[in-house]
């Protein structure tokens, strides 16, 4: 018999998605005019997706009536996204988790049975503490997404783990970030540290910002289109920023490092490149001109469809407007393998335009110097994340989800244990069913903290229902960005049901494991409070505001004509990079043309629904009412060989099989 039986929680739960949204319309037609009760509201920070935009929850006679961005928070530009709208769904969700639950045999099938929190927490805390006798601390691996993780982080290292994967990192942004650090010391940052809103162009190149609502970052484009940006996207579709876009290049699917390079080979042969900022910041610029060379817009045609008049106009667009010019970074930059290398073309790009740390290009970002409540340090672990996959991926910054899953079965499995926090694996890493299920064979515990149940939570031998943001108290968000600002996340109700937050979960582990030292507070209020008092604020105050700015101590940009140092080996901007060489891995990118589609085969590009983030928030009444199906575009010659037409369904198969 398996260890771990995949156990669909729903069936169990008794409710389902399709009612959902009758429970809410059902809800809100009894109800008086809104507005017309006894209103108050409570600062909070968005948490239906990773952007953290400040807002305000109206309750109204005690009810939640609607919550709305925080007028005074910059990051957010004072609103509220879709889905950040959409929050009341969260709480109000029927599908919630309710109470912890564990996993049990009865009459020979495994399922989940309800228990108490003592008896759930117990039996995690007795196996983390036979994985910590047995094996060791550090084999105990966190895996995570989203601003509630970091109670759970708290815990792990004063456990003595620093072991960790966030699926968004390998699968998103990490081969980003890890190109611009390879070449100018530091990642492009979350929020993006884009310069937009002093633009004069901007390139988007497998970015569609508009369909992905990230709040402020759609504003400040719609702002810089307001004002005349001149804006170039490369997609093969024509997407909202195509539809608005000075230049449109439709580029065939996977060759975007091509035409990277062959932009380059422009602004280097036409001596377009900003020769000043090259010559005093940079390294390796012979080397790149040499590289380039036979990048030829005619020769990268043939690869990309873009003709090479609109490869040479659109490079000199760029250049009129440089430093003023942002290649934008992009986000989910995980394709087709060389995607580390694609984000370093892009940061090389900008490089030759002289706009990183320039304005209307890359701002320095700041936050504010908070001090950490003070704790006793942290055991050294004795081993990292990267031990458990010897020698590969050597510039990830964090833990790589493919390589800690991997390293979770088999006879000489690293890890242990898991704690999963607000990620959920199965819709999260493409392929991984068949590890997760021997990995959930192997493993001594598999703990699950979440507010909804998730194919995750069907393998966990036990389930941690934490309250959602909207009940809890969580770290307060402190992000480096052009306005450092701290904002508040503060509960507008109890906790439904027997859900927990996040805090409470983490010190009543603690408490079992014998770490009672590093949770002193009875309420997390407490620990806030103090951090807030040594920047001049008190929760008190934030209470009251929910977003306090602060001024910044720091230029936006580098100081014209001044030395500057980067935070690289060579101190300067790498355009060769020795790093890479030295890795055995091409110190400059290559293009690589992708594998040809098998015949009857069509590529699939995927991107983001601006009313979901991703299959989070699938379940959310409010949200499933405004977009209750995936959809596919499909190429208008596509299209009439297969008789489609707008409205039909269509089951896509890829070619590994997979419908
Ligand atoms: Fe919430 Fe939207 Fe902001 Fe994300 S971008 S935090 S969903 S309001």
Not at 251 to 258: H, L, R, V
Not at 283 to 310: C, M, N, S
Not at 461 to 487: F, K
């Amino acid at each position: 018999m398996k260890r771990r039986e995949f156990i669909k929680l729903s069936s169990l739960l008794g409710a389902s998605a399709a009612a959902s949204p009758a429970f809410m319309l059902g809800g809100c037609a009894a109800k008086p005019l809104p507005g017309t009760g006894t209103v108050s509201t409570t600062p909070t920070i968005c948490d239906m997706c990773f952007w953290k935009c400040a807002g305000n929850v109206y309750k109204e006679d005690g009810e939640l009536w609607k919550i709305t961005g925080n007028p005074d928070d910059l990051h957010s530009g004072g609103r509220l996204c879709t889905r950040g709208t959409g929050g009341p769904g969260a709480y109000l969700d029927p599908d919630r988790l309710k109470q912890p639950l564990m996993r049990v045999t009865i009459d020979g099938r495994q399922t989940f049975r309800e228990t108490s929190w003592d008896v759930a927490l117990d039996f995690i805390a007795e196996k983390m503490k036979s994985i910590a006798a047995t094996a060791g601390p550090e084999r105990m691996l966190m895996l995570n997404h989203g601003a509630g993780s970091s109670h759970f982080r708290h815990l792990l290292r004063a456990y003595g783990s620093d072991s960790r994967a966030e699926p968004a990192f390998a699968q998103c942004r990490g081969p980003r970030d890890v190109g611009f650090r390879l070449t100018f010391g530091e990642s492009a940052n979350s929020p993006e540290r884009t310069d937009m809103a002093n633009a004069e162009c901007i390139v988007l190149i497998g970015s569609h910002i508009g369909e992905n609502l990230h709040n402020g970052q759609v504003q400040t484009l719609a702002e810089a289109l307001n004002r005349g940006v001149s804006l170039i996207t490369v997609d093969p579709r024509f997407s909202v920023p195509a539809g608005k876009s000075k230049y449109w290049l439709p580029i065939k699917p996977g060759t975007d490092m091509a035409l990277l390079l062959a932009w380059m080979n422009v602004l280097i042969t036409e001596e377009l490149y900003d020769k000043d900022y090259i010559e005093r910041y940079t390294t390796g610029f012979e080397q790149l001109a040499r590289h380039v060379r036979d990048y030829t817009p005619e020769w990268v045609y043939l690869e990309t469809g873009i003709k090479p008049d609109v490869i040479r106009q659109t490079a000199r667009e760029m250049a009129k407007a440089a430093p003023a010019t942002v290649v934008h970074p992009g986000r989910h930059a995980v394709w087709y393998g060389d995607d580390t290398q694609r984000s370093r073309a892009i940061a090389m790009l900008n490089a030759l335009l002289g706009s990183w740390n320039r304005k209307g290009g890359f701002y320095i970002p700041e936050k504010v110097s908070l001090p950490n409540y003070p704790l006793p340090e942290y055991p050294k672990p004795k081993a990292k994340t990267a031990d458990a996959y010897p020698g590969k991926w050597p510039f990830a910054g964090q833990g790589v989800t493919n390589g800690v899953i991997d390293a979770s079965f088999g006879d000489d499995a690293f890890f242990k244990g898991w704690l999963v926090y607000g990620t959920n694996l199965p819709q999260t890493i493409p392929g991984v069913a068949a590890k997760l299920e021997a990995a959930a064979n192997s493993l001594e515990l598999l703990a699950v903290v979440e507010t909804m149940p998730s194919e995750m939570t069907g393998y966990a031998d036990v389930i941690l229902p934490e309250c959602t943001y909207l009940e809890r108290y969580d770290d307060l968000r402190n992000s480096g960005e052009r306005h450092p600002s701290l904002a508040l996340r503060m509960p507008a109700f109890e906790p439904k049901y027997d859900s927990k937050p996040g805090w409470w979960i983490a010190k009543q582990l603690g408490k079992r494991l014998g770490l009672d030292e590093y949770f002193p507070w009875d309420d997390y209020a407490e620990k806030l409070d103090w951090q807030l008092k040594q920047v001049g604020s008190s929760l008190e105050e934030m209470q009251k505001v929910g977003v306090k700015n602060f001024p910044r101590k720091q230029p936006l940009y580098m100081r014209e004509g001044k030395r500057t140092v980067f935070r690289t080996p060579s101190r300067k901007i790498e355009l060769y990079s020795e790093q890479l060489a030295d890795k055995g891995f091409d110190p400059m990118p290559v293009y690589t043309p992708p594998d040809p589609v098998p015949d009857g085969f069509y590529r699939l590009n995927y991107g983001r629904m601006p009313a979901h983030t991703f299959g989070k928030t699938v379940n959310n009444p409010m949200l499933f009412q405004l977009s209750p199906e995936n959809q596919v575009w499909v190429n208008p010659l596509v299209a009439s060989e297969w008789s489609l037409k707008n409205g039909d369904y269509v089951r896509l198969g890829g070619t590994n099989g997979v419908v």
